[in-house]
């Protein structure tokens, strides 16, 4: 588990040279896209996408195993495709903004991800992140011990299945990226049409190239090649941001003692990746940097790290003790911490 006691993520804080909010000075010189190396991003990432996914309908004739090889490639490929997406969204890829608009259209059809609406359910996660009264659309469902203990039986039921690893990803991942994303659900009120057009504009994209790949190479080698490398790359996507935000002591607060600069440095987490997966994720476990600023493109977060190593301490987490992230459902309030229902039972026992 993430090793930061509550005093010693205190201490942390203390420690720091600057407190959240006067990082956005030092890190708005970070912020300038290089027309260049997002392009180059662009090609080195959908070139490799398409040599796997071919390789991978080739391998059909040969083995599943080398074709499942093959899947996982081009399914962390697609991953990186779509934090190409996410840089657009945040309008931190490219100068122009109707460029990064359109590149993020484009890129929506092979991610299934309909761009105009999942740029405005992650706008309001970035502008609510910790904070317990604005909860809601683009994250993850996480109640209160409280609020757990005050439900339903129903709703205890419903929360204790959606928490459920083999439901976050397992069935969860396949849902949202295959199902829910092809109605805008929940988020008509007050966007007009916008929405809508989004959708089925993505949805009209997404039918076109299967049906042109169908008629190419048959019904189903497309679907033995591409469904398990969406599945598999929306599984990707949830774990990585799950362990984001969903860490032991990460930040939650209620409005009124909410701020953005310190929910945004302290409730996201800093995932030590592995090389060639920091590479794969575009970056995305610099995620507390991110968070902070996140007109930055991807491919500069690095070099804040060498330049500011201090940012390097906070809220770390390796691959190894993220896994431990998997048991915790419900947010202490009392002790500012996450915690899994069984010690939440034997706190609750404990105190009485």
Known sequence: ?????????????????????????????????????????????????????????????????????????????????????????????FHNRSTNDWIGRVLGVFTVTPYDVWRKAHSQHHSHSGNLD?????????????????????????????????????????????????LPIGMMRGSGWSPWISTMGTNLGIAGLAALMMWLIGPLPFLAVHVPIVVLAATIGVWLFYVQHQFEYTTWEEDRDWDMQDAALYGSSHYVLPKPLQWATANIGIHHVHHLYSRIPYYRLPQILKDHPELNSIQRLTVRESFSCVRLQLWDEARKKLVSFSEARKHARETG
């Not at 059909?60 to 399914?75: E, I, P």
């Not at 039921?157 to 990226?177: E, H, K, N, Q, S």
């Open 134 to 182: 604005y909860r809601g659309i683009g994250e993850v469902t996480t109640l209160t011990v409280r609020e757990y203990e005050e439900a339903s039986w129903w709703r205890k039921v419903l929360y204790r299945m959606y928490r459920d690893p083999t439901v976050m990803f397992g069935i969860g991942p396949a849902y949202v990226f295959l199902l829910r994303n092809r």
């Open 1 to 93: 588990m993430l090793q930061i006691s509550p005093s010693s993520s205190t201490t942390t804080r203390d420690s720091e040279q600057r407190p959240a909010r006067e990082w956005l000075k030092v890190l708005a010189q970070y912020r300038k896209p290089s027309t260049v190396r997002s392009t180059t991003e662009i090609v080195i990432t959908a070139g490799p996408f398409i040599v796997l996914w071919l390789l991978a309908w080739w391998s059909l004739g040969v083995s599943y195993l080398l074709t499942a090889l093959f899947v996982t490639g081009a399914a962390f490929m697609l991953v990186r495709l779509f934090l190409i997406q996410h840089d657009c969204g945040h309008q931190s890829f």
